[in-house]
């Protein structure tokens, strides 16, 4: 129940095309999912983040859908980059258990220029 | 957001050791955490730090091999007792400074055990 499954392992895409991560959870107490970006050597940095009382989050080029009666969310990033060749994590946490976060396992994303 | 320093930023062991990772925050926060990330794969949260308190572990880590301080709101420590090679990992410090419960990362310890 406090597992957080994402998908695709690994994606690439050609610059200015669209990336599309999906997450999606059990735990009905959820409620906050974040987006992390973690560059080689780095620690993870927070990107965006939704509460389920909305069904989108749009930050510039990044976007979060999120679908609560489907128990799903996703990262969209649009006109993609080859800066943003990167690792994301998406996450979900309760303050039910002490807004402890639990992670994806993670999207390898290549932007091919 | 906050400023998170971890120190040292990596390190070579050798097995059988122990090496105690420092996490200096430039302002006071309630909530500290340490998470494991393992080679190539996600984050795994090890325990949360607790000021004037012992740490409150997840399952399947244990007081005795990672021992926790937390003498005041800036500052905690992680020790790595007893390394193997398995131990080989980036171990981060996370805190969340707001009421929203963000949570932001130091840049993390690797740890290489020979």
């Known amino acids: 129940q406090q597992q957080v499954k994402q998908s695709p392992q690994s994606l690439i895409v050609q610059k200015g095309g669209i990336s599309i991560i999906n997450c999606a959870y059990e735990n009905t107490a959820f409620d906050y999912f974040p987006w992390y970006q973690q560059f080689p050597g780095k620690g993870p940095a927070l990107l965006i983040a939704?509460?389920?009382?909305?069904s989108e989050k749009k930050e510039g080029r990044f976007t979060i859908s999120f679908n609560k009666s489907a128990k799903q969310f996703s990262l969209h990033i649009m006109d993609s980059q080859p800066g943003d060749s990167a690792t994301y994590f998406c996450?979900?946490?309760?303050?039910?258990?002490?807004?402890?976060?639990?992670f994806g396992a993670g999207t390898i994303l290549r932007v091919k220029s | 957001s906050a400023v998170i320093s971890q120190k040292p930023s990596r390190d070579i062991c050798q097995r059988g050791t122990s090496l105690t990772i420092q996490c200096q925050v430039d302002?006071?926060?309630?909530?500290m955490f340490w998470y494991r990330q393992q080679p190539g794969q996600s984050l795994t949260l090890i325990a949360t730090?607790?000021?004037?308190?012992?740490?409150?572990?997840e399952s399947g880590f244990v007081i005795d091999k990672f021992p926790i301080s937390r003498p005041n709101l800036t500052f905690s420590t992680l020790t790595v007792s007893n390394m193997s090679p398995e131990d080989s990992s980036i171990y981060l410090c996370?805190?969340?400074?707001?009421?929203?419960?963000?949570?932001?990362f130091g840049e993390g310890s690797r740890l290489t055990v020979l």
């Open positions: 939704i509460r389920p009382d909305v």
């Open positions: 730090a607790n000021q004037g308190s012992e740490a409150t572990y």
């Open positions: 996450a979900a946490s309760t303050l039910e258990y002490g807004n402890k976060l639990v």
């Open positions: 996370s805190v969340a400074p707001l009421a929203t419960g963000e949570l932001f």
């Open positions: 302002s006071q926060v309630t909530m």
